[in-house]
């Protein structure tokens, strides 16, 4: 299985000035655990969970500070093409939770640890 097939909807995107709020609200909104950071149409960084908790435990101001100050930037991300039993691996051995799939210079989406277990341990047909 390919990582392209993990990848299902729509990237939801924020820009690097919104504030951690509404990066949060977009996330609980859409049901995700991390949003794409985009400038002009090109991937700038990720915000995930992990950051928005980081940044509470570090008393950020929730409705003041911007995305930009607590997200990767140019995260790593996996080519749509590559085997999700490497994916695995390389997520396992990271430590990253979600990671963008591109193909060319387009996201197609974020997956997540979740679904790429899903995706191994899912019974084959």
Request: aromatic share 6%; proline share 4%.
């Amino acid at each position: 299985m390919r990582v392209r097939e993990l990848v299902g909807g729509n990237v939801i995107w924020v820009s690097p000035d919104a504030t951690l709020r509404q990066a949060a609200e977009s996330m609980v909104s859409t049901d995700v655990g991390s949003v794409a950071v985009e400038v002009d149409g090109a991937l700038e960084g990720i915000l995930t969970e992990r950051d928005i908790l980081r940044a509470v435990a570090d008393d950020a101001d929730m409705d003041l500070d911007p995305v930009s100050s607590w997200m990767t930037e140019y995260p790593d991300s996996f080519t749509s093409e590559m085997d999700v039993d490497e994916a695995a691996n390389w997520m396992l051995a990271t430590g990253y939770r979600h990671l963008p799939v591109v193909d060319g210079g387009s996201v197609l989406g974020v997956i997540s640890i979740k679904d790429v277990l899903w995706a191994i341990t899912e019974p084959k047909v």
